[in-house]
């Protein structure tokens, strides 16, 4: 089936710790994004990328940074400098990056602070 | 500023009555994008319906309507005779074609429907 994964489901991360956290797509969309949602929030947009090698900052790209090598991978890396991570983050991607563009999102990872 | 907001927080009902979730936005651009996008418990978000501004004609999908009225700013998604399944978080979003953020969407913050048999 053709979707996107994002891995893991749950993940810890330790103070002054880097955690990378996966997004893969089968749909062979060109644009991906992150966003982060915490409780009772609407979604907030970390990082786009309309095409491979290339990615924009969002608003909220503080702490956070991204790479775009291949089509279907977008990982997202949550940095130490990013103060208080706990957050449920989203990944998404459509087809372009035209406005007019449904995205289509994975199931998520929920990341916590040990 | 907020671009999109949805004012109810969390609307409960009973199963089978009919629910409006209410959606305001504000926008410069001439052409730009609504969205609705439902969140079950599991979390990934499911794309519902997308309107385009030049497009005001209501549409229906089953028990899903949409009212889109540009003179109020408004785009209203309404359940009619709801079902448990329903029981989800709502968000409205948009998307504006000169946007500087390469087109990403504009959430609300979300309406959580609790359908109770």
């Known amino acids: 089936d053709g979707g996107i994964t994002q891995s893991p489901k749950y993940l810890f991360r330790k103070e002054g710790q880097n955690v990378t956290l996966s997004c893969e797509q089968n749909?062979?969309?060109?644009?991906m994004y992150w966003y982060r949602q915490d409780p009772g929030q609407g979604l907030r947009l970390i990082y786009y990328?309309?095409?491979?090698?290339?990615?924009q900052k969002g608003d909220i790209a503080e702490g956070y940074s991204v790479s775009r090598e291949k089509k279907e991978s977008f990982p997202l890396t949550v940095t130490s400098a990013q103060k208080n991570p706990t957050a449920f983050y989203l990944c998404?991607?459509?087809?372009?990056?035209?406005?007019?563009?449904?995205?289509?999102f994975g199931d998520g990872t929920r990341l916590s602070i040990l | 500023a907020q671009k999109v907001t949805q004012a109810q927080t969390e609307i409960s009902v009973v199963e089978k009555e009919d629910v409006t979730l209410d959606c305001v936005y504000e926008?410069?651009?001439?052409?730009?994008?609504l969205f609705w996008y439902k969140q079950p418990p599991s979390g990934e978000l499911v794309f519902l319906i997308r309107?385009?501004?030049?497009?005001?004609q209501n549409e229906i999908s089953g028990r899903y309507s949409w009212n889109f009225q540009k003179s109020t700013s408004s785009f209203n998604f309404t359940i009619t005779a709801s079902q448990v399944v329903d029981s989800a978080v709502y968000f409205c979003?948009?998307?504006?074609?000169?946007?500087?953020?390469?087109?990403?969407?504009?959430f609300g913050k979300g309406t959580s429907l609790l359908v109770t048999p």
């Open positions: 926008t410069r651009d001439t052409t730009y994008y």
């Open positions: 749909l062979n969309h060109d644009a």
């Open positions: 990328s309309q095409i491979v090698n290339d990615f």
């Open positions: 998404a991607s459509s087809i372009t990056g035209a406005s007019n563009q449904p995205q289509h």
């Open positions: 979003a948009l998307s504006e074609a000169n946007s500087n953020s390469g087109y990403a969407l504009n």
């Open positions: 309107r385009n501004s030049f497009d005001e």
